[in-house]
């Protein structure tokens, strides 16, 4: 079993920064991807962006330049570094892990979210 805690969301003004953190804990022998979505009222959920294990990453195109993604594969930890924030990346914003377990099994998991406001 995998569990994913995030940290860092809140109410910031246009312009500003906020950091999102992720962490994966449980039964966890490597994780392929690691990343954020985002889900904005009345929207489906996006991908923000991911990152895996060799550094590599994917930007949905409205955040690059302004987000950062960063990995910490010794600890399981994600990070996204938000600047330049505007009134429409307000959402939910959702860890997500491709986990694979001692037992090789892999599986996709979610974090419980964590709201972004981002006021004009």
């Known amino acids: 079993q995998v569990a994913l805690v995030e940290s860092g969301g809140g109410l910031v003004q246009a312009g500003g920064s906020l950091r999102l953190s992720c962490a994966a804990s449980g039964s966890i022998a490597a994780i392929s991807s690691m990343g954020w979505y985002r889900q904005a009222p009345g929207k489906e959920r996006e991908l923000a962006v991911l990152?895996?294990?060799?550094?590599?990453?994917n930007y949905a195109d409205s955040m690059k330049g302004r987000f950062t993604i960063s990995r910490d594969n010794a600890k399981n930890t994600v990070s996204l570094q938000m600047n330049s924030l505007k009134p429409e990346d307000t959402a939910v914003y959702y860890c997500n892990a491709d986990v694979t377990n001692y037992f090789g099994v892999r599986s996709n998991n979610w974090g419980q979210g964590t709201q972004v406001t981002v006021s004009s």
């Open positions: 990152i895996r294990s060799d550094g590599s990453t």
